[in-house]
């Protein structure tokens, strides 16, 4: 085993310090080298998709911060047509697109069909809601969870073309030396941090916002629930 780990320092080594990185690429196979850049076009869809999910979470969280503070007094005095006013202007916030789908339920439900089913078609159109706004947080983040449990394989198939490149080397130079398999030791290594460089931010970033939308997903079944309560004592009052 330590023979391994020394023979393996010897020519990451002897790597670094003779090739750089676009040396390196310069010298791989092609396809080492489309794996690499699969591995690329991966990563930076992966990022623009964390950047998304980041700015749209983060605009919700403010807008409904400030919605349930300004929809409160709206709907303790009764003022419905003035709380769907406030939640069209809030629209990136996932509570006022909850509590709007509820209102207009509420508001048509009330002129169609009896006092009985006013609240059970409101409550009705708040799940619905509630189900549409999560699958729309939840978009992309498939995406992530397959680049990052993809990723580092793709990468192990380019670890293995440059092995077998390395075997090619000696063979072609009859000889065992180091400069026989650097250049195939340098495709595995490019191609393995190449997969893991695209597969550990992903899947970091995909737990973060799994996390972040379950927590907003309590939120909004708590709110709704909430929001059913003072319908019904709007309705019944």
Same mark, same amino acid.
């Given at each position: 085993?330590?023979?391994?780990?020394?023979?393996?320092?010897?020519?990451?080594?002897?790597?670094?310090?003779?090739?750089?990185?676009?040396?390196?690429?310069?010298?791989?196979?092609?396809?080492?080298?489309?794996?690499?850049?699969?591995?690329?076009?991966?990563?930076?869809?992966?990022?623009?998709?964390?950047?998304?999910?980041?700015?749209?979470?983060?605009?919700?969280?403010?807008?409904?911060?400030?919605?349930?503070?300004?929809?409160?007094?709206?709907?303790?005095?009764?003022?419905?047509?003035?709380?769907?006013?406030?939640?069209?202007?809030?629209?990136?916030?996932?509570?006022?697109?909850?509590?709007?789908?509820?209102?207009?339920?509420?508001?048509?439900?009330?002129?169609?069909?009896?006092?009985?089913?006013?609240?059970?078609?409101?409550?009705?159109?708040?799940?619905?809601?509630?189900?549409?706004?999560?699958?729309?947080?939840?978009? #992309? *983040? =498939? +995406?992530? $969870?397959?680049?990052?449990?993809? %990723?580092?394989?793709?990468?192990?198939? @380019?670890?293995?073309?440059? /092995?077998?490149?390395?075997?090619?080397?000696?063979?072609?130079?009859?000889?065992? #030396? *180091? =400069? +026989?398999? $650097?250049?195939?030791?340098?495709? %595995?290594?490019?191609?393995?941090?190449? @997969?893991?460089?695209?597969? /550990?931010?992903?899947?970091?970033?995909?737990?973060?916002?799994?996390?972040?939308?379950?927590?907003? +997903?309590?939120?909004?079944?708590?709110?709704?629930?909430?929001?059913?309560?003072?319908?019904?004592?709007?309705?019944?009052?």
């Amino acid at each position: 085993m330590v023979a391994t780990l020394y023979v393996f320092s010897a020519l990451l080594l002897q790597a670094a310090s003779t090739w750089d990185l676009r040396s390196m690429l310069g010298s791989m196979s092609k396809l080492a080298l489309a794996v690499v850049v699969i591995l690329f076009i991966l990563s930076i869809y992966s990022f623009g998709v964390m950047i998304d999910r980041a700015l749209m979470y983060s605009a919700a969280r403010k807008q409904s911060r400030v919605f349930v503070q300004q929809v409160a007094g709206a709907l303790k005095e009764g003022k419905l047509d003035e709380a769907i006013a406030i939640a069209e202007r809030n629209k990136k916030s996932h509570i006022a697109k909850v509590v709007a789908t509820g209102l207009s339920e509420f508001q048509s439900a009330s002129q169609q069909v009896s006092d009985s089913d006013v609240i059970d078609a409101a409550k009705r159109g708040l799940e619905r809601s509630v189900a549409i706004v999560h699958a729309e947080m939840k978009r #992309g *983040l =498939s +995406a992530l $969870a397959t680049i990052g449990s993809t %990723a580092p394989f793709v990468g192990l198939f @380019g670890t293995v073309v440059g /092995i077998l490149n390395a075997f090619k080397g000696i063979e072609s130079n009859k000889a065992t #030396g *180091l =400069s +026989a398999v $650097a250049c195939g030791i340098a495709e %595995a290594l490019v191609t393995t941090a190449a @997969g893991l460089f695209a597969a /550990i931010p992903a899947l970091v970033a995909y737990n973060y916002f799994l996390r972040d939308i379950r927590n907003v +997903a309590g939120r909004m079944d708590s709110f709704a629930t909430e929001f059913v309560s003072k319908l019904h004592t709007l309705y019944t009052s």
